[in-house]
């Protein structure tokens, strides 16, 4: 099957590259930009001699002419022009902004700050959480591919979400690497700036909070508002999401390391660690994996649930191609299968 990247000059646009180069299945016919029409290698070096293909403008019908499946990596804001042109045409879109994950157009434009796409297009975009709506995405045409934040969060919470085991009333605390904020060039992000540094940022006003709570109301009617916030690390890659949440039954955490072990049966990407012991970023990075590990705090009746996941593969780049792997009968496993880099 042929598939074409919009966006390809970004981090996740250059990390579908990466995946899709060595997929079985899915071959890369064109790469695009609204910058200059270049060699792929002229932007990023490291694919000199590994790939001649050229940079090209975007034009929907001539993409949908030519290939199967178009990835949108193009910032929000922007993704929501370009999904439009495409729908319709036949092919298969999956959209890596924000643009189509929120079902109210009112939401979207109040913690994005652009207009919403159509109703009509929000009404048809299926939300690409590979291990919980995979029924739908199978029957997809267009996929909001989920946030990274979001992926690490829901993740972790919804086994105990959707069985009623906590109180609605949760802490999310989280933390990236800085390629979660792109290649825009950025006072904050100078390596003088984050070197030995550690910062929250968008304090309680981060644009995945809304993208959380959907998906948690949908699991769990009880679940209105979410206490979340953000931090950047000072490493490139990888993201920890550590949620706090109070138990509404006496319940230890072997159990619940049975409950997610049973949950997660079937999904090849989620790693459940075993009592006392937790994930680490480093322990992901370069992989379409989840670890999550739990525990029980019975002086509070508190859980806490570690989630890591690398943000430009399970959070991004390889979540997508996950979800086109679900689309067209494969095994979502297909062209996945990296094992982490480490150390």
């Known amino acids: 099957m042929k598939v074409s990247i919009i966006g390809t000059t970004g981090y996740g646009g250059g990390e579908l590259f990466r995946l899709l180069h060595h997929h079985p299945v899915f071959s890369i016919q064109s790469v695009h930009t609204t910058r200059d029409e270049i060699p792929l290698y002229e932007e990023f070096p490291h694919l000199n001699g590994i790939t001649s293909l050229k940079l090209e403008h975007i ?3 001539e993409i949908a002419k030519h290939s199967d499946i178009v990835f949108i990596a193009a910032p929000s804001g922007v993704s929501s022009k370009l999904v439009p042109a495409f729908f319709g045409t036949g092919i298969q879109i999956i959209d890596l902004s924000g643009d189509l994950r929120l079902t109210d157009g009112e939401m979207y434009r109040k913690w994005y700050k ?3 796409v159509e109703s009509s297009l929000l009404d048809k975009a299926v939300y690409g959480l590979s291990e919980w709506n995979k029924e ?14 979001p992926t690490a969060t829901l993740l972790g919470l919804a086994p105990v979400v959707k069985e009623g085991l906590i109180d609605p009333d949760m802490i999310i605390d989280a933390k990236s690497g800085v390629s979660g904020a792109g290649r825009s060039v950025s006072k904050s992000l100078q390596f003088s700036e984050m070197n030995e540094n550690f910062r929250i940022y968008k304090v309680n006003e981060h644009q995945h909070i809304p993208e959380i709570e959907q998906q948690l109301n949908l699991w769990n009617a009880g679940v209105s508002s979410i206490t979340f916030n ?6 490139t890659r990888g993201m920890m999401a550590t949620i706090y949440v109070k138990l509404t039954e006496n319940i230890n955490t072997d159990r619940l390391i049975e409950l997610y072990n049973e949950q997660y049966l079937r999904s090849p990407f989620v790693r459940i660690r075993k009592i006392g012991n937790f994930p680490s970023v480093k322990e992901v990075s370069g992989s379409n994996y989840c670890d999550i590990g739990l525990h029980v705090d019975e002086r509070t009746g508190r859980l806490t649930i570690v989630s890591v996941i690398d943000n430009l593969m399970k959070g991004a780049a390889g979540q997508a191609v996950q979800n086109a792997n679900l689309m067209n009968g494969l095994d979502e496993k297909t062209g996945l299968e990296f094992i982490p880099l480490y150390p």
């Open 114 to 116: 652009h207009e919403p």
């Open 59 to 61: 034009d929907a019908r």
């Open 136 to 149: 739908k995405i199978i029957d997809a045409k267009l996929i909001a591919n989920p946030g990274c934040y």
């Open 230 to 235: 953000t931090h950047l690390l000072p490493i």
